[in-house]
């Protein structure tokens, strides 16, 4: 069966990295959404060690079987609404790790989202809340 979680949290960024230490066979989830920048044209990157899938309003955009690597997800401006994100990470082999999420605006270098454009919600605070109950029984 499945593990209690040993953490639990929200986090207002995914920019991980994991030292020597962490261990085999755990993973790691974001959910919540991104607040896109307006009208500009924007592309979402991901850097991952090891397999990761990327969920965004519902759609896979990157699976498990895809692989580890460097992903490019072209999302067009002109919208102001809240795109749902669920990012998931499967540590399954060596002792570090890495995940990042970032966004590239306007043809421009990937960089970190910035924690106003990445929010969680009542539900996702009251699930959190709920493992770390559960995980002190």
Same mark, same amino acid.
């Given at each position: /069966?499945?593990?209690?979680?040993?953490?639990? %949290?929200?986090?207002?960024?995914?920019?991980?990295?994991?030292?020597?230490?962490?261990? $085999?066979?755990?993973?790691?989830?974001? $959910? *919540?959404?991104?607040?896109? !920048?307006?009208?500009?044209?924007?592309?979402?990157?991901?850097?991952? &060690?090891?397999?990761? $899938?990327? #969920?965004?309003? *519902?759609?896979?955009?990157?699976?498990?079987?895809? %692989?580890?690597? +460097? @992903?490019? #997800?072209?999302?067009?401006? %002109?919208?102001? +609404?809240?795109?749902? #994100? =669920?990012?998931? @990470? &499967? =540590?399954?082999?060596?002792?570090? /790790?890495?995940?990042?999420? $970032?966004?590239?605006?306007?043809? +421009?270098?990937?960089?970190? #989202? !910035? !924690?106003?454009?990445?929010?969680?919600?009542?539900?996702?605070?009251?699930?959190?809340?709920?493992?770390?109950?559960?995980?002190?029984?």
């Amino acid at each position: /069966g499945l593990a209690r979680p040993r953490e639990a %949290g929200l986090s207002t960024s995914v920019d991980f990295e994991w030292k020597a230490g962490g261990g $085999r066979n755990w993973s790691q989830e974001w $959910r *919540g959404y991104l607040i896109p !920048p307006g009208n500009r044209a924007f592309v979402l990157t991901v850097e991952s &060690d090891q397999p990761v $899938r990327l #969920i965004l309003d *519902g759609r896979t955009e990157i699976d498990f079987a895809d %692989g580890a690597g +460097n @992903y490019r #997800i072209p999302l067009t401006g %002109g919208s102001s +609404n809240p795109v749902s #994100i =669920h990012l998931a @990470y &499967d =540590h399954a082999t060596g002792l570090t /790790g890495r995940l990042l999420l $970032r966004w590239a605006l306007d043809g +421009n270098d990937p960089e970190a #989202i !910035p !924690p106003s454009a990445l929010k969680h919600s009542e539900s996702e605070q009251a699930w959190v809340d709920q493992v770390l109950f559960l995980s002190q029984l």
